[in-house]
């Protein structure tokens, strides 16, 4: 008999722990260029567990979806935009739709919500899956890492069964901007009518379905070779010639550049190449005046080259990094950062004879005079094909939850 109790109280408790699985996918990956349609598959699944006796439907009152964009900065570096005043009565309430409840930061931009469904009824081991398509925003910033400042974009998925709080599942991804690219263009014959979450736009209508198209054809300008020479001096003579092939590159290219010692006055012993970016926060922001600019390394080419007449060096723009960008609170720039190790007296070069009969032993110098000189060559970096850079992204572009 106890048994038998026992048996029906966890059979009622699994009916009523039944848990919904909610699962968001990313059809092409977690990268995306402003602009771009972003499509994501959501499935709602109502799963038969084995330790049920006697499974039931279940209802969901609704579920909707809509980006948003999250800012976070370092308090001790930046000063804090105000945000409105403006409150929401019901902000408090878990039955009302924030898609950023519960984050970091202050949420910079959003779009506004779609519906994908309203009293969905899934009975035991039956699955929905829907659709939702959004144009990324134009006007946000790119999604940036930096030492002071944050900018994450997620895609937030409201839904909410009947009587119960609201759950979030939100899924991260990853946004490029590419500055100057062009509008789309509106059609002159479109229907003037207010937007209905409920109704899906006709394929080819209200935008154009060729951003990544128009964006990777602006990007064909960094296949230009332009060379650009540079005589390196300091303030004893020429040092060398260095000459990069272009100052224009997208995410994944290497950065080559080679240098020519031959016509140098003074012995170049050592130089290094590193590829760096600047973050600095705009004046009105800067939590002290004239604080120092954020220097990230990405790569660095170091070399000894006494007795080199020419020499060449690579570096690869990394995939993961973020393309120039500037906003009202900060501005990304990137550069090549050279440093040069330089003799302040002549150094002999040894010379082979032809037919040297005997073994000679070279020794390299004990104490050697150094002066040292850095110089910064500012370069342009570009978004590039959002498929390649998904391969190496911290994102997968699927999350799930269970409500």
């Not at 014959?189 to 935008?207: K, Q």
């Not at 128009?214 to 070779?225: K, N, Q, Y």
Request: glycine share 6%; hydrophobic share 35%.
């Amino acid at each position: 008999m106890l048994c038998c109790c026992v048996a029906e109280f966890v059979s009622k408790n699994l009916q009523i722990l039944t848990m919904i699985e909610v699962v968001a996918s990313m059809a092409r990956g977690p990268v995306f260029l402003a602009g771009e349609v972003m499509e994501c598959l959501i499935t709602f699944t109502n799963p038969i567990s084995h330790l049920s006796t006697s499974a039931s439907s279940e209802m969901l009152a609704w579920a909707s979806a809509q980006i948003h964009c999250q800012f976070h900065a370092s308090e001790s570096r930046v000063v804090l935009p105000a945000q409105g005043t403006k409150q929401d009565v019901q902000a408090e309430s878990d039955t009302v739709l924030i898609p950023s409840r519960g984050e970091g930061g202050q949420c910079m931009l959003d779009t506004p919500p779609k519906i994908l469904f309203c009293d969905l009824r899934l009975d035991p081991g039956e699955s929905r899956t829907y659709s939702y398509s959004e144009v990324v925003p134009n006007d946000g910033p790119p999604s940036f890492r930096g030492q002071s400042v944050k900018y994450v974009y997620k895609l937030t998925i409201g839904c909410q069964r009947v009587s119960s709080p609201i759950k979030l599942l939100r899924v991260p991804f990853r946004v490029l901007v590419l500055h100057g690219m062009p509008e789309p263009p509106f059609p002159q014959d479109e229907e003037v009518a207010p937007s209905n979450p409920f109704l899906e736009e006709e394929e080819g209508g209200r935008r154009d379905d060729r951003p990544l198209e128009r964006a990777l054809d602006m990007l064909t300008i960094t296949s230009r070779r332009c060379p650009h020479l540079f005589n390196i001096t300091n303030m004893r003579g020429k040092v060398a010639k260095f000459c990069i092939f272009k100052t224009v590159y997208r995410l994944g290219e290497d950065i080559i550049g080679t240098f020519d010692f031959s016509e140098g006055d003074i012995p170049c012993i050592q130089y290094s190449v590193s590829l760096q970016s600047e973050e600095e926060i705009q004046q009105g922001y800067q939590r002290r005046p004239g604080q120092s600019i954020s220097v990230t390394g990405h790569g660095r080419h170091l070399e000894s080259c006494l007795h080199t007449a020419s020499t060449h060096f690579s570096l690869p723009v990394p995939l993961n990094v973020t393309p120039g960008f500037s906003t009202d609170i900060v501005t990304l720039r990137w550069r090549l950062h050279f440093e040069f190790v330089t003799s302040r007296e002549p150094m002999e070069s040894h010379n082979v004879l032809q037919n040297q009969p005997e073994v000679t032993v070279w020794t390299g110098a004990e104490h050697v005079d150094v002066d040292t000189f850095s110089w910064d060559l500012p370069i342009k970096v570009l978004p590039t094909n959002p498929a390649l850079t998904s391969y190496v992204s911290q994102f997968t572009g699927t999350n799930s939850i269970n409500i």
